[in-house]
């Protein structure tokens, strides 16, 4: 009984932190793109890609910046950079498909397009 009364409660423990990892995995593999790039490009594009005017960084949110560039564009600026700016290539660190991915996670940034 003794021993019955001190495993319940660690076997609560153990389960609830098991479920906690469960629900945090899926979220992750739900949003890589977002996770992508709040790790990798937030730091310069703010954490909702509005940009920082002191660096020169674009509001991604704007409709008329989503207007100026085509997919192909953006695609090419991720894979390898802009000369003479703080925007690195990122070609040798991700794949393509992530880097797809990051094309349609700044165009869902769009203000325009509200869900
Ligand atoms: C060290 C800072 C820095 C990091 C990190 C960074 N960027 Fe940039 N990015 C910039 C700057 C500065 C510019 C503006 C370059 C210019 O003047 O044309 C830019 C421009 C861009 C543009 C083109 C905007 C346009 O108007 O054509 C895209 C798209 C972009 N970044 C996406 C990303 C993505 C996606 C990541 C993460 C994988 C990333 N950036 C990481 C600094 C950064």
């Known amino acids: 009984m003794r021993f019955l009364l001190r495993t319940i409660p660690i076997m609560a423990i ?3 932190v098991a ?4 629900v945090t995995s899926q ?3 739900k949003s890589s793109a977002a996770q992508h790039f ?3 490009c937030s730091m310069c594009h703010g954490p909702d890609g509005k940009g920082y005017p002191a660096i020169h960084t674009p509001n991604f949110t ?3 910046w989503q207007a100026s560039v085509t997919n192909a564009q ?3 600026v991720i894979t390898d950079g802009v000369k003479g700016t703080a925007m690195q290539g ?3 660190r991700l794949k393509p498909a992530q880097i ?3 094309v349609l996670y700044i165009r869902s940034l769009n203000s325009a397009k509200k869900k």
């Open 14 to 16: 153990i389960s609830t």
């Open 19 to 22: 479920l906690a990892l469960a």
């Open 27 to 29: 979220a992750a593999a």
């Open 38 to 40: 709040s790790s990798t």
């Open 62 to 64: 704007s409709p008329k």
């Open 74 to 76: 953006i695609t090419q």
């Open 90 to 92: 990122f070609g040798s």
């Open 100 to 102: 797809h991915e990051l």
